[in-house]
T-cell receptor, first 111, second 113 residues
Framework: QKEVEQNSGPLSVPEGAIASLNCTYSDRVSQSFFWYRQYSGKSPELIMS????GDKEDGRFTAQLNKASQYVSLLIRDSQPSDSATYLC???????????FGTGTSLTVIP | DVKVTQSSRYLVKRTGEKVFLECVQD?????MFWYRQDPGLGLRLIYFSYDVKMKEKGDIPEGYSVSREKKERFSLILESASTNQTSMYLCASSNPQGRETQYFGPGTRLLVL
């Protein structure tokens, strides 16, 4: 079983809609959770981090964490064409300081 | 401002050549990582380092070696490049505290002919 799993997509949403990206992880001792955005041909850039159960909002982005269900999600409100990218979920397990990345979900926002 | 730089954005090499990819970070981070990224396979960890002269194998170390002589610099070496090592190579760094994220360099797209 993979450490971090994401639906590969592609996910398409119309401009102005809410995009919902989901991620599950297998290691119960995972402590920190991150969402990265990666444009085609570019490197990943951090957009959200979350450490506690519940929601964390930053502008149009909301990260949601449920440790009991081992589930983390990213909501993008009022989606824009510039949000079209691949979104990577990452989990940090304190022991060993390793990060585990999902394979990414490709999002396309249609004007 | 956080900065991770990589020596080349694009490289074209011949099969059998020795290839050096360099990564430098200016954040005084202790941890440094080398990944390769291929379509459909996501990010795969090649090697990482917790400290100067320390290295640990990741998930796919075969065909690669690394060097970390200074804290800010982490080099990836392909001893004898092969066509299946054509990929995007990404360097990252972080501090060991649990909540620290990884910061990525711009990536090197390597083509082995």
């Amino acid at each position: 079983q993979k450490e971090v799993e994401q639906n590969s997509g592609p996910l398409s949403v119309p401009e102005g809609a809410i995009a919902s990206l989901n991620c599950t992880y297998s290691d119960r001792v995972s402590q920190s959770f991150f969402w990265y955005r990666q444009y085609s041909g570019k490197s990943p850039e951090l957009i959200m981090s979350i450490y506690s159960n519940g929601d964390k909002e930053d502008g149009r982005f909301t990260a949601q964490l449920n440790k009991a269900s081992q589930y983390v999600s990213l909501l993008i409100r009022d989606s824009q064409p510039s949000d079209s990218a691949t979104y990577l979920c990452a989990v940090n397990v304190n022991t060993g300081n390793q990060f585990y990345f999902g394979t990414g979900t490709s999002l396309t926002v249609i004007p | 401002d956080v900065k991770v730089t990589q020596s080349s954005r694009y490289l074209v090499k011949r099969t059998g050549e020795k290839v050096f990819l360099e990564c430098v970070q200016d954040m005084d981070h202790e941890n440094m990582f080398w990944y390769r990224q291929d379509p459909g396979l996501g990010l795969r960890l090649i090697y990482f380092s917790y400290d100067v002269k320390m290295k640990e194998k990741g998930d796919i170390p075969e065909g690669y070696s690394v060097s970390r002589e200074k804290k800010e610099r982490f080099s990836l070496i392909l001893e004898s490049a092969s066509t299946n090592q054509t990929s995007m190579y990404l360097c990252a760094s972080s501090n060991p505290q649990g909540r620290e994220t990884q910061y990525f360099g711009p990536g090197t797209r390597l083509l082995v002919l």
